[in-house]
Structure formats: C-alpha cells, structure tokens
C-alpha cells in the first residue's frame, strides 16, 4: 500500500512539473500604460504666438513613465492650418498606447464672430434636413461644424452619423470661410468658395474630392 501511495504522489509530481515546462513562457501578465493628455485634445492657437505644451501623464504599473513617452509632430505657428500630435506610450513587453492632439494655428486677424447653433442644411438641389450641423466655438476665432455635408449623407441618404465631414474652419474680416482641417469616411475634402452672410446667419460652400463636388447651403434655426 506505502508502495501504491508513493508511486501516487511522484507521478502527481511530474505530471505538474510537466505541465509547468509546457507553459513555460507562454503566459504572463503585461501591463498597459494608462496614457493621458493634460488640457485638451483640440486646440487653436493665434498665428505668431507661441504654442505651449499642455502636458501629459503615463502611468505603468503604478510607475510614472511620462518621461518615456514618445511626441511625434511639431506645430508652426507662422503658418496658418491643422497640425497633428501624437504621444506614444510603450510598455515593458512591446505593447503601445497613442493618443493624440489636433492643434489649430489660425490667422491673426480671424473674425470672432458669434457662428454658434445648430443648422439645418441642404445639398443644393436635394432635400433639406433639420439639425444637420452643429457648429461650435473652439476658441481663437476657430469653430468646429459637425457636418459640412449638410446632412446629406448622415440624414437624407440615411448612412448615419460617421457620415459627416467633421471641419475646422475661420471667418476671415470679408466673411470668407476657411477650412483648416476636414475628415470623413472618405478622408479629407476640400471647401471651396465657402461664404458666411452675417445678415441671415446662412454658410454656403461646395465640398470637393478627386473631382467630385456638390454645392451645400447651411442655415442657421
């Protein structure tokens, strides 16, 4: 029986020792850095003043390693436009965290006019749509539309809400509008011959990409 009883307990033993080398390498526990930025993802700053880095905290592990983060991109603020900053974060075992910044440089003499509201909108020629557009002041002069489509994707084709073009823009003195930045589905468009009449609060523009354009009327409700 004590010889029944020992074979036992050394097989247990090597049936643990062998599943212990099997796994050996094969499972361990990583962890992820918790990245995040200080102020806020999307910025403006007035061309020729100075940009200032708002910050950022990365924590592994209960660790601070800020100081391991990564910034990739620059912003030149003598040039009017849309620039783009990363922060990538790398753990111990290869793994990345990236976030991001949009900062906006905008010209000087930008109108600080009172563009904010919702609007209803039109691809000229096709149906109108209520709520189409939301437009928002970022500060600096620049606002930030929810869609300079119009609607027409979102709303009257019935895609949905990823189906906007997201803009960036300023109002120059002659109430021109001007674009710094779009995205969509489909990548960046083009605003062209964008106008703002102050007296009936309506933006009118036509959106362009690799040959294709519409006309689109924004008024304010």
């Known amino acids: 029986m004590k010889i029944y009883k020992y074979s036992l307990i050394l ?3 090597l049936f643990l020792f ?3 080398k099997e796994t050996e390498g ?4 990583t962890f992820y850095t918790d990245l995040q930025l200080e102020g806020s993802a999307e910025m403006s700053v007035k061309q020729g003043e100075t940009y200032i880095e708002p910050g950022y905290i990365a924590i592994e592990n209960d660790e601070d390693v800020t100081d391991k983060v990564q910034v ?3 912003v030149d603020t003598s040039t009017p436009g849309a620039y783009r900053l990363s922060y990538v974060a790398t753990n111990l075992d290869g793994f990345t965290k990236t976030v991001n910044r949009l900062v906006i440089v905008v010209p000087a003499d930008a109108s600080n006019a009172d563009v904010t509201g919702t609007y209803k ?3 000229v020629g096709r149906a109108e749509s209520a709520d ?3 437009i928002t002041s970022l500060s600096n002069g620049v606002f930030k539309a929810t869609d300079f489509f119009g609607g027409f994707y979102n709303i009257v084709n019935g895609y949905g809400s990823a189906y906007r073009l997201l803009t960036y823009f300023y109002i120059t003195p002659e109430n021109e509008v001007v674009a710094l930045s779009t995205n969509s589905p489909w990548g960046p468009w083009e605003v062209q011959n964008g106008l703002y009449n102050p007296a009936t609060n309506v933006f009118t523009h ?3 990409q690799d040959g294709f354009s519409f006309n ?5 409700q």
Do not use: D, P
Not at 216 to 220: D, G, N, P, Q, S
């Open 121 to 123: 909108g039109q691809r």
């Open 11 to 13: 097989i247990s033993v």
């Open 132 to 134: 189409a557009c939301v």
């Open 206 to 208: 036509a959106t362009y």
């Open 18 to 20: 062998a599943c212990e």
């Open 216 to 220: 689109v009327i924004l008024t304010k």
């Open 72 to 74: 990739n991109g620059t």
């Open 26 to 29: 094969i499972s361990r526990v």
